[in-house]
């Protein structure tokens, strides 16, 4: 990819407990945590979690929805109009979350096989759910 390559940069999730949901992301999902601190000192408006080197996960508390004065609809988005965020991983993470999750009593979805993505069809995906509501599917292509 170049510098000029459009891509995904973050995602902004409403949770109602960031602290809670970075160690769930941090934990079951296998995330680094981002800003934590800093949130907790009161320093940061919010923590993150990484995806990638380039993209994270923000965990914005729900309870800034009505003070979110430059995001219109922002309280009326606080009630998830996201259908999921699907995370593609490398086959042995795929197994490694679906473990983790299970290992951590996280519902999962049955694995579906050849749904179509940004890389055309995945050889295997599921669904799980964060402590937010927060939908996820979790696939992999290789």
Same mark, same amino acid.
């Given at each position: ?8 940069? =973050?995602? *902004?999730?409403? &949770? ?7 160690? $769930?992301? #941090?934990?079951?999902?296998? @995330? %680094? ?46 009630? =998830?109009? *996201?259908?999921? &965020? ?7 993470? $795929?197994? #490694?979350?679906?473990?983790? @999750? %299970? ?40």
């Amino acid at each position: 990819m170049t510098e000029h390559t459009t891509r995904l940069d =973050h995602i *902004v999730l409403w &949770v109602n407990d960031p602290i809670a949901a970075a160690g $769930f992301y #941090a934990k079951a999902v296998g @995330l %680094e945590p981002v800003r934590l601190t800093d949130y907790s000192a009161g320093e940061a408006p919010f923590p993150s979690v990484r995806v990638n080197e380039e993209t994270i996960l923000d965990l914005m508390p729900r309870a800034k929805a009505e003070r979110m004065g430059m995001l219109p609809g922002a309280v009326e988005s606080s009630g =998830h109009p *996201v259908n999921h &965020v699907c995370l593609s991983l490398p086959s042995g993470d $795929f197994d #490694a979350l679906r473990g983790r @999750l %299970e290992e951590g009593s996280v519902p999962v979805s049955e694995i579906s096989h050849d749904s179509f993505g940004a890389r055309g069809p995945a050889r295997r995906s599921f669904y799980f759910r964060d402590p937010d509501g927060n939908v996820f599917e979790a696939r992999h292509y290789d």
